[in-house]
């Protein structure tokens, strides 16, 4: 997790007024945990940087949204629906991902590495829409075809 020298050294700096801001490719709900490991409270950079939000007790309002375009999440999704490949899609800080159960290994994967819970759906519902991020997860050997 976090070693001990680094939560006291963040921890040393907050106390000292510095603004403590941890940044991750996660969404917002997978960062939090870290900052209660931590005991301190600051901004979230999610999504790889197309997500800044505040601090907690500013009720973690969005700073700064950068998201794909619709135009581009909507290919995403007619792509790997054609493919059979999983599609995650993240909008409003929900994680979506397609309900076919062909595709529940990869979501297994992904959630326990991450801690993201997903909300299933028809992922064609999406198409149309804005999204923080959208990453294919799939096998390697399909990723190399």
Do not use: Q, W
Request: charged share 25%; with cysteine; hydrophobic share 45%.
């Amino acid at each position: 997790m976090i070693p001990p020298a680094n939560i006291a050294a963040l921890r040393a700096a907050r106390a000292r007024g510095t603004t403590v801001v941890l940044a991750s490719g996660r969404m917002t709900a997978c960062i939090d945990p870290f900052f209660d490991v931590l005991g301190i409270d600051g901004p979230v950079m999610a999504y790889n940087g197309a997500m800044l939000r505040a601090e907690r007790e500013a009720g973690r309002a969005v700073l700064f949204h950068r998201p794909l375009l619709a135009a581009v999440v909507t290919r995403l999704i007619d792509f790997t629906l054609r493919r059979g490949l999983h599609l995650n899609v993240y909008i409003d800080d929900v994680l979506y991902g397609h309900d076919d159960p062909a595709l529940a290994p990869f979501r297994a994967i992904y959630s326990g590495r991450t801690g993201a819970v997903y909300e299933l759906t028809d992922l064609r519902r999406l198409r149309g829409r804005d999204a923080s991020k959208a990453i294919i997860v799939v096998d390697p050997a399909e990723r190399e075809r």
